[in-house]
């Protein structure tokens, strides 16, 4: 009985918890996909409010999916270019080395890999001989031209450093917003989990978490809850090389 009201009561903060971080809202009834209808359960001016439980459930389903993936040793990918976004997928992808994207995603990262791999493998070359003084060989505009490079390539290849094979799955917040990311990683047969508003589409998603993806409140909360289940894993031995 004592263990019974310990869940109700954790069930209940955390309702309360994901309410006051604003999961519960989402876009416009005009903008509401239909696919999406059976999570919204009221309109309040014209803003339509999702299921809470829902959210939790699915929350649930998709970060046991997700430790899982990490349990394994899987490669998880972080994506958003989302501003209300970038801080809580760089604290996801500092916190366990997942590889990234918040600024531009450059078509084909997936379905093109060994090219972004060769790019890839180039921008690092060039910071190591950066790093090693290897270019102060160079006259003082070659340098000036290799700096200006490796700015430009520092902006769409940081974040890929710890890509080094196509990753087990797919983490993006907001999918109607990243539509090209969507479409390569279902192209590839590559599983999706994503935050999901009242705009998109969940047929879309393998593992779709229902709540607000636009405020940085409800990202925060939504991403934290992943990292806390993450970390409570115990990743087993992989002994799997799947280098591309």
Same mark, same amino acid.
């Given at each position: 009985?004592?263990?019974?009201?310990?869940?109700?009561?954790?069930?209940?903060?955390?309702?309360?918890?994901?309410?006051?971080?604003?999961?519960?809202?989402?876009?416009?009834?005009?903008?509401?996909?239909?696919?999406?209808?059976?999570?919204?359960?009221?309109?309040?001016?014209?803003?339509?409010?999702?299921?809470?439980?829902?959210?939790? $459930?699915?929350?649930?389903?998709?970060?046991?999916?997700?430790?899982?993936?990490?349990?394994?040793? @899987?490669?998880?990918?972080?994506? =958003?270019?989302?501003?209300?976004?970038?801080?809580?997928?760089?604290?996801?992808?500092?916190?366990?080395?997942?590889?990234?994207?918040?600024?531009?995603?450059?078509?084909?990262?997936?379905?093109?890999?060994?090219?972004?791999?060769?790019?890839? /493998?180039?921008?690092?070359?060039?910071?190591?001989?950066?790093?090693? @003084? /290897?270019?102060?060989?160079?006259?003082?505009? $070659?340098?000036?031209?290799? #700096?200006?490079?490796?700015?430009?390539? =520092?902006?769409?290849? #940081?974040?890929?450093?710890?890509?080094?094979?196509?990753?087990?799955?797919?983490?993006?917040?907001?999918?109607?917003?990243?539509?090209?990311?969507?479409?390569?990683?279902?192209?590839?047969?590559?599983?999706?989990?994503?935050?999901? #508003? =009242?705009?998109?589409?969940?047929?879309?998603?393998?593992?779709?978490?229902?709540?607000?993806?636009?405020?940085?409140?409800?990202?925060?909360?939504?991403?934290?809850?992943?990292?806390?289940?993450?970390? =409570?894993?115990?990743?087993?031995?992989?002994?799997? #090389?799947?280098?591309?």
């Amino acid at each position: 009985m004592v263990m019974a009201l310990d869940v109700e009561q954790k069930l209940n903060m955390e309702l309360e918890e994901a309410v006051r971080a604003g999961v519960i809202y989402g876009h416009k009834r005009s903008r509401t996909n239909p696919r999406m209808k059976s999570y919204v359960v009221t309109n309040r001016n014209e803003i339509e409010i999702l299921n809470v439980e829902e959210t939790l $459930e699915t929350l649930k389903r998709a970060t046991e999916y997700l430790q899982e993936v990490a349990r394994k040793g @899987g490669l998880i990918f972080v994506v =958003s270019v989302k501003p209300a976004a970038r801080e809580a997928i760089d604290k996801l992808s500092q916190e366990f080395g997942f590889p990234k994207v918040t600024n531009r995603w450059l078509g084909g990262i997936l379905t093109n890999f060994p090219i972004i791999k060769k790019r890839l /493998e180039y921008y690092q070359n060039l910071r190591i001989k950066q790093q090693q @003084g /290897e270019l102060e060989k160079y006259t003082k505009k $070659e340098q000036l031209r290799f #700096d200006k490079e490796i700015k430009k390539l =520092s902006e769409n290849f #940081d974040g890929l450093v710890n890509l080094t094979r196509l990753p087990d799955c797919v983490f993006i917040v907001d999918p109607s917003e990243h539509e090209t990311v969507v479409r390569e990683a279902r192209h590839l047969k590559i599983p999706i989990a994503a935050i999901i #508003d =009242s705009d998109d589409d969940p047929e879309l998603i393998d593992y779709p978490i229902v709540a607000n993806d636009h405020a940085k409140s409800s990202i925060d909360w939504v991403v934290g809850k992943i990292i806390e289940a993450l970390k =409570s894993i115990k990743p087993v031995a992989n002994n799997d #090389d799947r280098g591309n």
